[in-house]
């Protein structure tokens, strides 16, 4: 016998004692994870962790493995927080998840802001019949709290301006309402200052709208810096507000057609900083819907507060071919320095990719929802 083979049967004489207490190890691992189940705990205990790698390194004959021997630790734990990840996705009914639902036909729609707001154009542009008797509300939460207690059945809401980003208030109410989006839409925003007919630039003292105006024009906004900025629910509400209030010196930033509507005249055109500023849209409401037709999901999930592990899920996007359209984090209430994370991708939830992808970023999570499956909008719809 050569002197390799007798190191190789030393090595599979240890190899068969380290497997069976592995064995037993990820057994005990699993165990525990039940535990943390029970008692809402969470997986990943680092002040544990370091308890580990230290007193097992206290027991090294030298250190001339140290590294590997931490290194060996790290990965058995490592694969201990996988088996726990299984037990807690195991304890969600990870089908309920995928309950589709029909869509509400004839459904009430809610639209945010008064009569003239983007999200009422928003409206009109997605559905293909206008809808009967529209709901407006004036903050996201009332249409979010109409949506829910059944009052309408779908609600149309900004979610992301192309030179603003997210409106991360109308994301941080889809998780906290547990609301679906079933649909989206661009709309093109140009923004007007406008005032009571007649009225010229300089006797503007106080201008209202939405935050939204306002962030989007900042420009404009650089050279007149002694009016007033006052925020206000949307901005249809702000130019019926200028309109109501009868006085000259206040101007609202608001759209064209809310002009109109509401009987005022453009003062100041095209404010907007970008020339090609946009806004999508989402159509919330109670229920996941899908349909073969659908090509883009939204989740929402958060992950153990520990290194690698976004690293560690999106690399599955790759591996699944999938398109990551957008990522963007939210701080979870209550819970200093943890996020939310919000993900737009490519596909339908029937798919056999996307199926593997999202079971593993709910295997993976802390929480997870699916938020919705539904059509892509094109710009330029
Ligand atoms: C097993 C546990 O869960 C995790 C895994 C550990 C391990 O495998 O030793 C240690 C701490 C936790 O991050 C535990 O909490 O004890």
């Given at each position: 016998m050569t002197d390799l083979e007798d190191y190789r049967k030393e090595l599979d004489a240890i190899d068969q004692e380290l497997v069976a207490l592995f064995e037993k190890r990820m057994h005990i691992s699993q165990a525990i994870g039940n535990y943390k189940v029970a008692h809402d705990l969470p997986i990943f205990d680092e002040g544990r962790e370091q308890r580990?790698?230290?007193?097992?390194?206290?027991?090294?004959?030298?250190?001339?493995?140290?590294?590997?021997?931490?290194?060996?630790?790290?990965?058995?734990m490592d694969l201990s927080k996988e088996v726990q990840k299984d037990v807690r996705a195991a304890s969600n009914d990870y089908e309920q998840i995928f309950a589709i639902h029909e869509p509400k036909q004839p459904a009430q729609i809610g639209y945010f802001g008064e009569t003239g707001s983007f999200c009422e154009e928003a409206m009109l542009a997605y559905f293909k019949e206008a809808p009967r008797d529209p709901k407006n509300y004036h903050t996201f939460e009332s249409l979010f709290l109409a949506i829910q207690n059944g009052e309408i059945d779908y609600g149309v809401l900004p979610v992301e301006n192309s030179s603003t980003g997210a409106i991360s208030q109308v994301l941080d109410l889809l998780y906290k309402y547990g609301l679906s989006i079933v649909g989206e839409q661009y709309i093109k925003i140009e923004q007007h200052l406008i005032g009571l007919e007649g009225t010229s630039l300089d006797q503007i003292e106080e201008v209202y709208s939405h935050p939204q105006g306002f962030q989007q024009s900042?420009?404009?906004?650089?050279?007149?810096?002694?009016?007033?900025?006052?925020?206000?629910?949307?901005?249809?509400?702000?130019?019926?507000?200028?309109?109501?209030?009868?006085?000259?010196?206040?101007?609202?930033?608001?759209?064209?057609?809310?002009?109109?509507?509401?009987?005022?005249?453009?003062?100041?055109?095209?404010?907007?900083?970008?020339?090609?500023?946009?806004?999508?849209?989402?159509?919330?409401?109670?229920?996941?819907?899908?349909?073969?037709?659908?090509?883009?999901?939204?989740?929402?999930?958060?992950?153990?507060?520990?290194?690698?592990?976004?690293?560690?899920?999106?690399?599955?996007?790759?591996?699944?071919?999938?398109?990551?359209?957008?990522?963007?984090?939210?701080?979870?209430?209550?819970?200093?320095?943890?996020?939310?994370?919000?993900?737009?991708?490519?596909?339908?939830?029937?798919?056999?990719?996307?199926?593997?992808?999202?079971?593993?970023?709910?295997?993976?999570?802390?929480?997870?929802?699916?938020?919705?499956?539904?059509i892509a909008a094109t710009e330029n719809k």
């Open positions: 580990v790698a230290e007193q097992n390194l206290t027991h090294l004959k030298s250190d001339e493995f140290a590294v590997q021997t931490h290194h060996f630790l790290d990965t058995i900042t420009d404009y906004f650089k050279y007149h810096e002694q009016w007033r900025q006052i925020p206000f629910h949307s901005t249809s509400d702000s130019a019926k507000m200028v309109k109501d209030s009868g006085d000259a010196h206040k101007g609202a930033i608001a759209s064209r057609r809310a002009a109109q509507i509401h009987g005022l005249s453009i003062l100041a055109e095209s404010i907007q900083n970008q020339s090609e500023n946009t806004t999508r849209f989402i159509i919330v409401g109670k229920d996941l819907e899908s349909n073969p037709r659908c090509n883009k999901v939204s989740v929402v999930f958060s992950l153990d507060n520990q290194a690698g592990t976004l690293f560690k899920l999106l690399r599955h996007f790759a591996r699944y071919h999938i398109n990551l359209i957008k990522i963007e984090s939210r701080p979870v209430e209550g819970e200093k320095w943890e996020y939310l994370l919000y993900l737009d991708f490519e596909g339908n939830i029937a798919d056999e990719n996307v199926h593997e992808a999202l079971r593993f970023i709910h295997r993976s999570s802390v929480y997870f929802r699916l938020l919705g499956c539904y």
